[in-house]
């Protein structure tokens, strides 16, 4: 199962400036083996689980495929017929209880997807995530949780075209370490403390040959490493029966770590190679770059009768790792980048505010949700950015302030033969760039719409059972078109063609529409 926090982020999750998914791989089944799966148009899927050692050992695999592919025989355009994609991806859950007070549980997840345009270009995406937990109840009011996690996220750019073929390889790994101990006072009192630190390792940047071309001179580019770390306390108690409350505070600190090379610039001006003046070589494991800072956490829950209530909360969060995407590149590639001397962590404040009733017995759920979010240090990029291989990453990044806010509907029945859930979301999300250096500002600093501003959303699935196994599910989703920004008109020069772009983010590309029938 899953759970989604917006404004109410507990304590025990950081890392993040945003909203937080928290997903939970169930365990097999420890009395029999069960088996499930399905074929479709262009994915199929499938599920295996049971016990090993019947009551103390359990095992559950998953995983899905696609094969889509065979759609291209349907275009008649030459580019597209000659075009793939693929996705895949399987998860791997192993369960153990030592005994009825003490639990281990080892989780694989592994994901690939790829995408190849005729002979222009191809990326390809890599998910790898393993994780060890124990968990223990040292007595009928606390539990210890452990856990031990490793993440590592690839991406690689290809250019198959002529003798100058190559990729380009992106790396993002890190080593997740938490100690959590759960204590329940009494049936209204829930206390939470624990520590957790993350150390980010990227691989260096490379580019390669491709398929044998011998005109591409490998070359790489190191990354910054990072240290995370943390302590938080959560409490959440309940008042009486019509209100709930929650409380909690994150302490996190974050280090940029050596050995590294750290390039000095000219303290009156922008940063850009021509105001480099020096450079600083650390050839030891050593802390250059510090900071941290407090998150506090509040939220309540006010419930009149049995079948409504209210919510709200409120979120402070830090993020010490950036996104970057160049998204007016004709194939853009997100990089990873921690927190360092020039690109400080993000922050950010998360409100959000929601109603919630039941109707007919619980057949019915709905809710209305609106939410609000200002952050600060978001990581744009120059105009005409040069990204990929750069040493100084920096002296092509500007930081802004950003601001999102929306509401969301929701309705889903819950019991019958037909059951299934409708979501409506408006959403705006907006960033400013300002500067008073040349360059420096995008859009002259005016507000302007980030890549995350898709106004528009809605979902649907409408789901019919059969029997007591088996049924068909529709499945429907809109949404509105990410902003784009384009080119608008050139001139030549010397025989060259010149683009001259719009503004940032000035356009959209079009709306996106699927629907699709499973069984």
Known sequence: GFTFY????????????????????????????????????ISSRFTVEGPLDSGRTSLLAAGRLSHA?????AVTEPSVRNSALGFQDGTVVLGHRFNQNSNLNLTVYTSHDDFRFSDRFAFSWNNFIASISWRALANRKASPVTSLSFGRYT???IDPRGFSRSVLFNAMNYLKFQEQVNWQPNEKHNLSAGTEATLYFPSPEQRKPYKGSNTIIPRQVDKNHGLEASVFLQDDITLNDALSVSTGVRISGYAHLGPDT????????PRTTETITGKDIYTS????????GIEPRLSARWSFGKDQSAKAGYSRMIQYIHQISNTAAPTPVDLWQVSNEYLAPQRSHNLSVGYFRNFDDDMFETSAELFWKSMENLIEYKDFASLYLNPHLETELVKGKGRAWGGELYINKRKGWWTGWVSYTYTRSDIQVASTFPGESVNAGKWFPSGYNRPHQFNMVINRRFFRRGGISLVTTFSSGRPLTAIETGYVTDGVVVPVYSDRNRYRIGNYFRTDLRS
């Open 262 to 269: 750290v390039f000095r610039y000219a303290p009156d001006g």
């Open 6 to 41: 917006k404004g109410n982020v507990p304590a025990n999750f950081g890392g993040r400036a945003s909203a937080v998914l928290d997903v939970k791989f169930r365990n097999g089944d420890y009395s029999g083996w069960k088996y499930q799966g399905g074929i479709g148009l």
């Open 285 to 292: 494991p050593s802390m250059l770059y510090r900071t941290g």
């Open 155 to 157: 991406n690689e750019l």
């Open 69 to 73: 592919n065979w759609l291209r025989g």
